[in-house]
């Protein structure tokens, strides 16, 4: 069974990438929904922990996939010889997390948001953290396929790669 690029990085170098590019950053996205609920629960009330830890997972979570990004897109994407549009939807569902989740880091910095009221920016980061959950799932769902089910064939594939050598 073929796999895409997002299972081939999960499964090399094992348990390291999966670790790097899974289990750290879902782990964090975990922690921040929680906290997001907890946050928007007690909105009102003096229990500011849950909105103080809600703000910190914000932040690192958005540093460090956005590490993840650069890392990938500088040293794997431009070398990738794509598996079809399944594979295309997993790589680049992944890569698109940053956006939601680098603008919750800038608007916990304060960079975004500036003139909105505290409820404005309360749905703003549900509404950025929802958008996160819904790329990082259609990564997982189309990371999950086996490419060659829509369409890719791994025969195109060595035939390109005996022609162009």
């Not at 499964?11 to 922690?31: G, H, K, S």
């Amino acid at each position: 069974m073929s796999m895409t690029h997002y299972m081939e990085l999960l499964a090399t170098n094992q348990p390291w990438n999966l670790i790097m590019y899974m289990v750290i950053p879902v782990a964090l996205a975990e922690a921040l929904v929680a906290t997001e609920f907890f946050t928007v629960f007690l909105h009102g009330t003096k229990d500011t922990a849950w909105r103080t830890w809600n703000k910190w997972i914000g932040i690192v979570l958005g540093f460090y996939f956005l590490g993840i990004f650069l890392n990938l897109t500088i040293t794997v994407v431009p070398n990738i010889e794509w598996r079809g549009t399944a594979d295309i939807l997993a790589v680049g569902s992944y890569l698109a997390g940053v956006i939601p989740l680098f603008s919750i880091t800038l608007l916990e910095l304060g960079f975004i948001g500036k003139g909105k009221s505290e409820n404005d920016k309360m749905k703003m980061h549900f509404v950025l953290l929802t958008v996160f959950l819904v790329v990082a799932h259609v990564a997982m769902i189309f990371g999950m396929v086996d490419p060659t089910i829509m369409g890719w064939s791994a025969d195109n594939t060595m035939e390109n790669m005996q022609h162009n050598m």
